[in-house]
T-cell receptor, first 112, second 110 residues
Framework: KAGVTQTPRYLIKTRGQQVTLSCSPI?????VSWYQQTPGQGLQFLFE???????NKGNFPGRFSGRQFSNSRSEMNVSTLELGDSALYLC???????????FGPGTRLTVT | SQQGEEDPQALSIQEGENATMNCSYK?????LQWYRQNSGRGLVHLIL?????REKHSGRLRVTLDTSKKSSSLLITASRAADTASYFC??????????FGTGTRLKVLA
């Protein structure tokens, strides 16, 4: 099976812009979770989608949003970018009833 | 805020030695998992231990869980240079919401 893929791998944006990141889960996985990883805050849970519905949400401002499509692919969007949004954004998928998460390689976002 | 706190933050050992890292958490959990991350890449699942289990083995990995102390430990035996990575514990409680620890950076010297 192909692993979790994320696009793009690297992104440079300017403050105030918005960005959309994409994640394709492992075939058959309906749960997709997003995380933000920074040196200062570590790995922080953003949200989780299951069958096109947001099932869980972390403590991030409304500028961070996501969605999931019928084929389980997911996108996350960050509007009005701030310098502090610079991070590695990781996506993970898991099978139904499983807690084991499979992570993608991440998207490295730099906000200047 | 982070639920899991790992200890030590960094660990440097010689190849062939054992590496032990600890994780503490704050609330009751369904299960606890350990993940490995190589140099800013995605995480790789290593092992899951359920809240009603006390010890689990997988190859060179041994995980213990003490729910009364809200802590877990990961032991890597006979470490190799390829084990150099950051190790994170992750807890789940209630629904499928994961809280990761701060991580332990392990360096295995050849």
């Amino acid at each position: 099976k192909a692993g979790v893929t994320q696009t793009p791998r690297y992104l440079i944006k300017t403050r105030g812009q918005q960005v959309t990141l994409s994640c394709s889960p492992i075939s058959g996985h309906r749960s997709v979770s997003w995380y933000q990883q920074t040196p200062g805050q570590g790995l922080q849970f953003l949200f989780e989608y299951f069958s096109e519905t947001q099932r869980n949400k972390g403590n991030f401002p409304g500028r961070f949003s996501g969605r999931q499509f019928s084929n389980s692919r997911s996108e996350m969007n960050v509007s009005t970018l701030e310098l502090g949004d610079s991070a590695l954004y990781l996506c993970a998928s898991s099978g139904d009833g499983s807690y084991e998460q499979y992570f993608g390689p991440g998207t490295r976002l730099t906000v200047t | 805020s982070q639920q899991g706190e790992e200890d030590p933050q960094a660990l440097s050992i010689q190849e062939g030695e054992n590496a032990t890292m600890n994780c503490s958490y704050k609330t009751s959990i369904n299960n606890l998992q350990w993940y490995r991350q190589n140099s800013g890449r995605g995480l790789v699942h290593l092992i899951l231990i359920r809240s009603n289990e006390r010890e689990k083995h997988s190859g060179r990995l041994r995980v213990t869980l003490d729910t009364s102390k809200k802590s877990s430990s990961l032991l890597i035996t006979a470490s190799r240079a390829a084990d150099t990575a950051s190790y994170f514990c992750a807890t789940t409680s209630g629904t499928y919401k994961y809280i990761f620890g701060t991580g332990t950076r392990l360096k295995v010297l050849a």
